[in-house]
């Protein structure tokens, strides 16, 4: 079974940017959660789609979204980048249930 | 406000010892937890879960505990190995079908396995 796959890996963007992020969750799953990783505030919750609906939303600027399509892919956006926004972005994938939620391998976004 | 907090920030253990990697908690309505393994440059990778029904669940070399009137959990790694050197991770959720599975993640203990 295939993990969960995140595109890109890497980017560099300059402040005032925007940027799009991308993430494919393991077959069958339909929750899909994203997360923010930095050094000075470590792993903190973003947002989280399940068909396609948004049920829990973290404390972060609207310039932060996201999105959920019919076939549970989900892409987050961030508008105006900030030099703070960089950071590791992970996307986690689970049935949407209780239960445990599967990781890609992060997008890690500079912004210069 | 931390809910989730690991209070040591790394451990070194011998190889073949075991390793207690601990977690604390303030918010009483969390009812599954979770312990994650991340490498640098990596996403974390899922380790073993409790639910708060429960209060000791294992897997293979990993066993978590759950003390919920002390609000603290622990994972016992044994025996452990150079492999296991990483980033732990505790992580704690409130499930509801209306707000779903937010993970509140503690920051996490640097373990390092000598040989």
């Known amino acids: 079974k295939a993990g969960v796959t995140q595109t890109p890996r890497y980017l560099i963007k300059t402040r005032g940017q925007q940027v799009t992020l991308s993430c494919s969750p393991i077959s069958g799953h339909r929750s899909v959660s994203w997360y923010q990783q930095t050094p000075g505030q470590g792993l903190q919750f973003l947002f989280e789609?399940?068909?396609?609906?948004?049920?829990n939303k973290g404390n972060f600027p609207g310039r932060f979204s996201g999105r959920q399509f019919s076939n549970s892919r989900s892409e987050m956006n961030v508008s105006t980048l900030e030099l703070g926004d960089s950071a590791l972005y992970l996307c986690a994938s689970g049935r949407g249930g209780l239960d445990e939620q599967f990781f890609g391998p992060g997008t890690r976004l500079t912004v210069l | 406000d931390q809910q989730v907090k690991q209070n040591s920030p790394s451990l070194s253990v011998q190889e073949g010892r075991i390793s207690i990697l601990n977690c604390d908690y303030t918010?009483?309505?969390?009812?599954?937890f979770l312990w994650y393994k991340k490498y640098p440059a990596e996403g974390p990778t899922f380790l073993i879960s409790i639910s708060s029904i429960k209060d000791k669940n294992e897997d293979g070399r990993f066993t978590v505990f759950l003390n919920k009137s002390a609000k603290h959990l622990s994972l016992h790694i044994v025996p452990s190995q150079p492999g296991d050197s990483a980033v732990y991770f505790c992580?704690?959720?409130?499930?509801?079908?209306?707000?779903?599975?937010?993970?509140?993640f503690g920051a996490g203990t640097i373990l390092r396995v000598k040989s």
């Open positions: 789609y399940f068909s396609e609906t948004q049920r």
């Open positions: 992580a704690a959720s409130v499930w509801g079908m209306e707000y779903g599975n937010k993970l509140v």
């Open positions: 918010n009483s309505m969390f009812d599954y």
